[in-house]
T-cell receptor, first 113, second 109 residues
Framework: NAGVTQTPKFQVLKTGQSMTLQCAQDMNHNSMYWYRQDPGMGLRLIYYSASEGTTDKGEVPNGYNVSRLNKREFSLRLESAAPSQTSVYFC????????????FGSGTRLTVV | DAKTTQPPSMDCAEGRAANLPCNHSTISGNEYVYWYRQIHSQGPQYIIHGLKNNETNEMASLIITEDRKSSTLILPHATLRDTAVYYCIVNNAGNMLTFGGGTRLMVKP
């Protein structure tokens, strides 16, 4: 039981490049989330998917797109990376009743130069 | 969702109880109190949550005041590995978690 798996763990991009951050969970959770965390700050919600087939914007969606590929997988895409998107990205998932809280992945550390 | 207020930092001696306070004076009747922690730069870890009653699990205890306007997370015997940022979040079970600044707990030998 791996929980929430994020790939890659580290990435360096040049300004303007694109990339997709992958997230997969094996807990049969309905809801999945993407957060970003800038140095010394709390987490901010980018996008979420309450259930398979739905996605919604969070607090800071600009510059990102998401795809809920199936119940297990939720990807985050940066179409044209900017230095302001340098951050640590966390994926999380939870069941509908949330009795066990959110489970977070270990993060993707992205640097845009 | 209701906002929370936590002290930015606290110290605790190893082996002693760590009591982390949280004020949530605007909490509504259907909002839960959740606690998470983030050790160094790892992903946040769920600790405990409650609605009205006090709760205890293998990690911690959660004490919620009768008026539900504040709560305290208790780590009964803090260890060096409990050094982390602790987040108190109040939230309706159907909504997304919103993280504030949290309390940076430093457990000292």
């Amino acid at each position: 039981n791996a929980g929430v798996t994020q790939t890659p763990k580290f990435q360096v991009l040049k300004t303007g490049q694109s990339m997709t951050l992958q997230c997969a969970q094996d807990m049969n959770h309905n809801s999945m989330y993407w957060y970003r965390q800038d140095p010394g700050m709390g987490l901010r919600l980018i996008y979420y998917s309450a259930s398979e087939g739905t996605t919604d914007k969070g607090e800071v969606p600009n510059g990102y797109n998401v795809s809920r590929l199936n119940k297990r997988e939720f990807s985050l895409r940066l179409e044209s990376a900017a230095p302001s998107q340098t951050s640590v990205y966390f994926c999380a998932s939870t069941s509908l009743d949330r009795n066990y809280g959110y489970t977070f992945g270990s993060g993707t550390r992205l640097t845009v130069v | 969702d209701a906002k929370t207020t936590q002290p930015p930092s606290m110290d605790c001696a190893e082996g002693r109880a760590a009591n982390l306070p949280c004020n949530h004076s605007t909490i509504s009747g259907n909002e839960y109190v959740y606690w998470y922690r983030q050790i160094h730069s790892q992903g946040p870890q769920y600790i405990i949550h409650g609605l009205k009653n006090n709760e205890t699990n293998e990690m911690a205890s959660l004490i919620i005041t009768e008026d539900r306007k504040s709560s305290t997370l208790i780590l009964p015997h803090a260890t060096l590995r409990d050094t982390a940022v602790y987040y108190c979040i109040v939230n309706n079970a159907g909504n997304m978690l919103t993280f504030g600044g949290g309390t940076r707990l430093m457990v000292k030998p």
